[in-house]
C-alpha cells in the first residue's frame, strides 16, 4: 500500500506575503494542490509562532491574519482543495509541543542555524524568549499533528524539517511506531530557494523590510525595482557586468520566461542571451530594470487583481479560515489522542488499566 500523501505547509501572521513567498513556497503549493496527487492539504497560518517574536505586538499578528489568507486565494490556493487553519485555534498543537519538549535537548535547539541568524536578526543575542527559542519543537507539531509526508517550503526550514525527522525517530523509537517522518520539498531552481531582497540581502523577508509584496501597486513595483541592487561596478553602460550576486539577474532566474522577450525584450531570446551581453558590456542596467519590472508585473498584477475581489467579501474569508480550522482540529485531535496512548497518559480511555490496577490489589 503506497502511504498517503499529505502536505502541511504555512506562513507567519506578520505581514503580507511576498515574490520570496511566492517562488519559495506558494506557486508550488498551487501546483501540488492542482496535481491531484495529495489526499489532504493543510496549509497553516502560524499566528502562535508569529507571537514568539511579537509577543508585545499582537494587534499585528491579528490584522495580518486576513491579509494572508487572501493572498493565499489570490495566488489560486482553492478551499475546496486546500484546508487552510489558524495555528492558535488548534490547542492539539500546543499539547504535542509539550510533550516533544522532553525529547529535544537545549544544545540541539542552540545548533539550529535558522534560529541563530534570527536571533541575530533580531537582537535577541541578549536575552531570548523561551518560546522563540523552542519555535521549532512546535513546528515539528504542526507538521507531525496532520501526519503530513511533505512540507513545501523555502531553503531556511531545513533546518526545522530535521529536527521534526528527529524528534519523530525519537518519539517512534521511545513509544512505538506513531509519528510519520516528513520529507521537504524544496523549489527546483536556485534562485527560488532563498530570494534576497530587493536591498541584495541575503533573504527577502518581512521582518527586514526589503520585500516585493504581492499586493503592491504597480508605482511602487516600480520604484522597488528600478532602485535595485545591481553589480556595483558596473558604471558605464559599456562596463562588463557580474550576473553572481546581482539581484535584478536572480530575480529574473525566479520570474523570467522565455515567452517574455518577444513582448518585453525582442533583442535577445532568452535569457541567457541577455546575460552574455550583460557579462560581455554594452548592456545598461536601467533595460534590464525595465525588463525585470514588466516580466513581475506579469505575475503580480493578475495575483493583485484576483485580492481585490477578496477584499470586497472580508466576511467569506474569516468564513473560509473558520471551516478549515475546524476540519483541520478533527485531524490534529485524531494525532493527539494517538501520541497519548503511545505515551501512556490516556488514562480514562484505556480500560485495560482500572483493570491492571484492580488486579494488584486483588489480594492486598
Ligand atoms: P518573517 O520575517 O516574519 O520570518 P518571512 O518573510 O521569513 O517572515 P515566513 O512566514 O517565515 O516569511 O516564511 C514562510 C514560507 O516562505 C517558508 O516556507 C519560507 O521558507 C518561505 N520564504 C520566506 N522568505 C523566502 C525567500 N526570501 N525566498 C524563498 N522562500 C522564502
Ligand atoms: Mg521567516
Redesign the pocket.
Known sequence: MTPTKIIL?G??P??RL?V??Y???LRNRVELQNSGEYEKIFIMI?DAQ?LTDNAENPEKVRQNIVEVAMDYLAVGIDPEKSNILIQSQLPELTELTFYYMNLVTVSRLQRNPTVKSEIQMRNFEASIPVGFFCYPISQASDITAFKATTVP?????EPMLEQTREIVRKFNSVYGDTLVEPEILLPSSTA????PGTDGKA??????GNCIYLSETEEDIKKKVMSMFTDPDHLKVSDPGKIEGNTVFTYLDAFCRDEFFPEYCPDYKNLDEMKEHYKRGGLGDVKVKKFLLNVMLETINPIRNKRREFEKDIPYVYEVLKKGTEKARETAAKTLSEVKAAMKIDYFEDQALIKEQSEKYKDA
Open positions: 505547509t506562513d507567519r506578520t505581514g511576498h520570496g513567498h517562488v519559495g513556497s502560524a508569529a517550503v523555502g531553503e531556511d526550514q527560488c530557494l532563498r530570494l533573504k527577502m523577508s518581512k521582518s527586514l
